[in-house]
C-alpha cells in the first residue's frame, strides 16, 4: 500500500525492486531479490536492508488498519537467524495488537523461489533468515485528511519499480564515513531516501546504523567495517531526521575475542540543532565464511 | 485508585501500605534520582543490584531475566516520573547483554530519551562496578501514558530508595517467579500475588525472566549436544496485561547462526481465553 506520489520516480525503495502484496486486512509480504549490491560480506543480506524490507512490510498493513490516521514508525527490532538460500528474501507482516496510540506488527523473513514458494533444503523448508518486530504510533488525521472508507481489493499486488543497484547500497545512498574506529558516518538528506513525510526514511536510518556498527566494533576488532557482519539492530525512532546531513555516533560495548561485539549507535540531524533522531543497539560478528545465493 | 505513597510503596484507597515491591526487592535493587540544577531537564536515575549467589545464571553473572527484572523497574520508574502526574506502562523492552560473567555490583542508569503525549522512551545502561565498570547490557525501553485518573501519586523528589536486606532464606529466580519444572518449547508460570506489579498485573520483570527461561528450554530441547544455556539479546513487546494466569511461554527455535540460537517466545493468559499477551525473541547461547 503506497501513498500517493510515494515514492518518486527516483527513490531507494524503487532501485530495491520491491514488490509487495497485501494478502489480508491484517497481512502483507513484501520481497527484494538477493543481489551481491543489498549483500554483507558474507553473502548475508545486509541487516540494514532488511530492515528496510520490514519497514515496508509493516507500513503496507499499517496504512490501511489506520485509515485515516497516519503512522511513523517508533521502534523496529530485526535479528538475523539464516543466511539466504533462495534468489528472493521474503518480508511476512502480520499484526499482533491495534491500540489507540500504537500497532504492533510482528514480520518473519525467509527465502523464496522466482515463483514465491519457500526455498527448500535436503526437501525440508530453509530456516528463516530473520525475524523482526515494529511498533508504529498512530498520527491521528487532521482537519481536511479525508475520512471516507479506503477501498482494497484483496490480494492487493504492486511493485516499486527502479533501475538495478550498479555498486553496493551503501554506496548508493551514499553513506559517507567520517571516521571509521570512531563510528561517525553521515547521509545527506535528500529525496531519494525521504520517507512519505519527507525525512529520512527508516530503513536508511537502519542501514546508516548498520555501516557506523560495522566500522567501529571492526576497528575494535582489529578489522575494518568489511570484517564483520551486523546480525541483530534494535532501533528506537524518536524524531524524524528532516534537514540534514544525519551523522552517527558510536560508542562500542564490547568487542573481543572473549565477549561478544556490540555498540550503541547514536543518529543526530546535524542540521536541526544536533537533534537526537535515532538510537539503536547493534550486535555485529566477524565474518568468517563468504556465501552467496545465486 | 491506587496510589503511591513517597517512598514509592503502593496504597490502596485506605491508606494501608501493601507492600508490592516484592519482585524488585527480590534481586534487593537500590535506586536513586539524579538530581540537576535544571528543572526541564529529562529524568536521570541510577541503580545498584548486588549480585547475590543465588541469583547468578549459567554464565556466573545475574541472569538475564534478573537483569531485565532490573532494567525493567529502574526504567520504568523513570518513565514513570518524567510523566507525572501521569504514570506508565511498559509497551516494549528491547535489550543487548554483553557480558554474561559479573562481579556485582551491576550498576544502572536510566536516561529519558523521548518524552511525547502518549509515550515515553528510555535508554539504560548496566555496567559491573566490581569489574572496573566494564559494561553489562545495554537497553531500551517504551511506555505508554496512562490515563491521568487511573491512579494518584505522591513523591519525595529526588527520589530514592535504598538498597533491601538479603533475603534470610533465599530461592532461585526460577523457583522465586513460581516458574513450573519442565523442558522443551512449552514453559509454564503460576500467577502468585507477589508476582503482581502495584497495578495488580503480572510484573514486567516476571515476563522477561519466563522468556529467558523458555527460550533457554527450548533450545536445549532441539540444539544437539548443547551446555549451559543464557540469553542475551531480548525483545518483548508487551500486548496486554496479564490478570489472570496460568501464564505460557511457548517457544519456536527459528534457527542457529555462529553459535546464536534465535527463538521466538509468544507468552499467552492461559485463564484469559488464552490471549497473546506478550511477543519477542531471545536469542540464547552456550557459556
Known sequence: MAYAGYPPPEHLLRDLGMEAELTTETSARVRTRVTPEVSAPDGSVRAGVLATLVDIVGGSIAAPVLYPDRMATADLSVQLVGPPVGPWVEARGTVLRRGRTTLVIEALVVAVDEDGADTTVDGRPADPVAWASMTFAVLPARDGTPTGPMVVDLPMRWTFDGRPFDRPVFDALPIVVLDGPAGRVSVTNRPYLHNYIGAVQGGVAAMLAEAAGAEALGAACGRDGSGMVVTDLQIAYLALGKVGPVVTSTRVLAAGPGSRAGAVVELRDTGADDRLTTVVNVTAEPVVAVGRAS | MTRVGPDGEAADDGGVVDRRRHVSDYFRLERWELATDDPDAPTVMAGRTPVDDHQRGPGDGLRTGGLLTGIDSLGGFTSGLAVLPRWIVTTSLTAT????????????????????????????????????????????????????????????????????????DPVDPVTFFCIEPGTGPVTRLRLEDQLRNPWGILHGGAVAMLADEAACRAAAAVVPGVGALAATDVVLHYLRPVRVGPVEARCTVLGTRSGRTVVRVAIHDVGADDRLVTLGSVTVVTV
Open chain 2, 97 to 168: 547483554v554483553s557480558e554474561l560473567s559479573h562481579v556485582g555490583p551491576l550498576r544502572l542508569r536510566a536516561d529519558v530519551l523521548r518524552r511525547g503525549r502518549n509515550s515515553v522512551v528510555t535508554a539504560l545502561d548496566v555496567v559491573d562496578e566490581g569489574a572496573d565498570d566494564r559494561h553489562v547490557a545495554a537497553a531500551t525501553m517504551t511506555c505508554a501514558v496512562l490515563d491521568p485518573d487511573a491512579l494518584t501519586l505522591e513523591f519525595t523528589r529526588p527520589f530514592a530508595l535504598p538498597m533491601p536486606e538479603p533475603q534470610a
